[in-house]
């Protein structure tokens, strides 16, 4: 069965903090996809990084890096510098290729001036 | 390129009765998939249409049901609602469907008593 675990509830940073949000997974398939989607107040939820389950290459995207650890089953999302526009829910989303779709619980991201 | 729309985006029902919500994905997207959420269970995936046949479908009982038109539009039916059916439905939109990203509406604001 599939199971995306996100310990922590909320996380509040001062602007310009780095903040960095986990990510366990669970599954059995060897093909599997990774995302983390952003729901700031207004509730759309936007994309923010894709990765499948054969490319552990950890990249940065601007103020945005991500950790992808095949052997820990961890996908870990970092914010550089954190700005107040960041405040939302980040959720880590797992999805293989039967088509198994599954949440995380997500993390609140509160950013004060 | 327009984004994807719902509507309506709030909604009032009395419990016992049906209800019918739409989407209209971004224009040449043919995969559109269904979230609810709620505050006691967070993000779950309801079903994905492709082409106009659901290709993958969620742990949600048969009341819950869907289409797709020809036009890539969907729509999501719920018979015979109950309280719990109280939730922000999600609609979202993909090129290729679950295993790439997704582009989500406003959603629509359920709301049985």
């Known amino acids: 069965a599939q199971k995306v675990t996100q310990a922590q509830t909320e996380i509040s940073v001062v602007e310009k903090e780095d903040v960095t949000l986990d990510c366990v997974y669970e599954?059995?398939?060897?093909?599997?996809?990774l995302f983390w989607y952003k729901q700031p107040p207004s509730g759309e939820l936007v994309f923010l990084i894709r990765r499948n389950s054969f490319d552990e290459q950890n990249e940065i995207s601007g103020r945005y890096s991500w950790n992808f650890q095949k052997s820990t089953s961890s996908f870990n999302f970092t914010i550089t510098a954190s700005q107040v526009v960041d405040s939302a829910v980040y959720f880590c989303?797992?999805?293989?290729?039967?088509?198994?779709?599954?949440f995380g619980a997500g993390t609140q991201v509160v950013v004060t001036p | 390129k327009a984004g994807v729309t719902q509507t309506p985006r709030y909604l009032i029902k009395t419990r016992g009765q049906q209800v019918t919500l739409s989407c209209s994905p971004i224009s040449g997207h043919r995969s559109v998939s269904w979230y609810q959420q709620t505050p006691g269970q967070g993000l779950q995936f309801l079903f994905e249409y492709f082409s106009e046949t659901q290709r993958n479908k969620g742990n949600f009982p048969g009341r819950f049901s869907g289409r797709q038109f020809s036009n890539s539009r969907s729509e999501m039916n719920v018979s015979t609602l109950e309280l719990g059916d109280s939730a922000l439905y999600l609609c979202?939109?993909?090129?290729?469907?679950?295993?790439?990203?997704?582009?989500f509406g406003p959603g629509t604001r359920l709301t049985v008593t």
């Open positions: 989303v797992l999805t293989d290729s039967w088509g198994k779709f599954q």
């Open positions: 599954t059995r398939d060897t093909t599997y996809y």
């Open positions: 979202a939109s993909s090129s290729s469907g679950l295993s790439y990203e997704q582009y």
